[in-house]
């Protein structure tokens, strides 16, 4: 009885788990969406006389702030593909790069979002099969690109940047530079790996070869005579 009784309600946990969890998302992002329209408003209520009885109103309708701040972002899209926009955007960028603290953020989260969204970006680009935290311990890591000239002339041989992701939440890591020959690359999607990693192992991916059955150990490099 007991165990029919434990078996019935990780069934149930199994179905509403996804399903609370994905709800919990979606109220977040509506909620914070919602948040920077109330921002939007509250401002402008401050500053445009007579602005308080529209505002108000506009505070009690459901879901607008996610409409409007979504055709917001959408029209700056369509601003900033036209030459005019693509001028407006410099000259912006040419005030927000003159102010100190401001600039070193603002060129930070504009170089890792060109990144990330660019289509001829090459974030993430690789599900990849590499030892850490020590030797002979395999862990999934995503390869972000190469090192800089800087970094790459102070590093034995040809290596490459990947990232870590730590389970169950990817979006903490550890960020490493790596001889590519101490790579194994997987036939694996960046999706599937992510799951791979969520999951904590528990979802294997479909493909059968997806990860090595056996893993050969890497070779310490030649010391120089």
């Known amino acids: 009885m007991h165990l029919r ?11 509403w ?5 994905t709800v919990w998302v979606l109220t977040w992002l509506v909620s914070l969406l919602d948040s920077i329209f109330l921002a ?12 308080h009885a529209l505002a108000e109103t506009l505070r009690h309708v459901p879901g607008l702030g996610v409409l409007l701040v979504a055709l917001v972002i959408f029209s700056t899209g369509v601003f900033v593909t036209n030459l005019f926009g693509q001028w407006w955007m410099r ?12 600039r070193t953020i603002y060129s ?7 990144t990330l969204f660019s289509g ?33 002339k102070h590093l034995p041989g040809e290596c490459v940047s990947v990232y870590v992701p730590t389970t169950p939440n990817p979006t903490s890591g550890f960020f ?40 050969q150990p890497v070779a310490p490099p030649a010391a120089e005579k």
């Not at 009784?5 to 179905?15: H, M, N, P, S």
């Not at 930070?108 to 060109?114: F, I, L, P």
């Not at 294997?204 to 990860?211: G, I, R």
């Open 91 to 102: 000259q912006w960028a040419k005030v927000i790069t003159r102010i100190p603290v401001v």
């Open 40 to 51: 939007i408003l509250g401002a402008l209520d401050a500053v445009i006389p007579g602005m």
């Open 5 to 15: 009784f434990r078996q019935y309600f990780l069934t149930g946990l199994l179905v």
């Open 108 to 114: 930070s989260v504009k170089q890792v979002a060109d």
């Open 17 to 21: 788990l996804p399903m609370g969890i």
């Open 176 to 215: 490493l530079m790596i001889p590519k020959a101490n790579v194994v690359e997987l036939d694996m999607s960046v999706d599937d790996a992510l799951k791979y990693i969520i999951s904590m192992g528990v979802v294997v991916p479909d493909e059968p070869d997806s990860l090595p059955t056996v893993a």
């Open 120 to 152: 001829s970006g090459n974030a993430f680009s690789k599900a990849l099969l590499v030892q850490y935290p020590h030797q002979g311990a395999w862990t999934i890591a995503f390869l972000t690109g190469n090192p800089g000239p800087q970094v790459a």
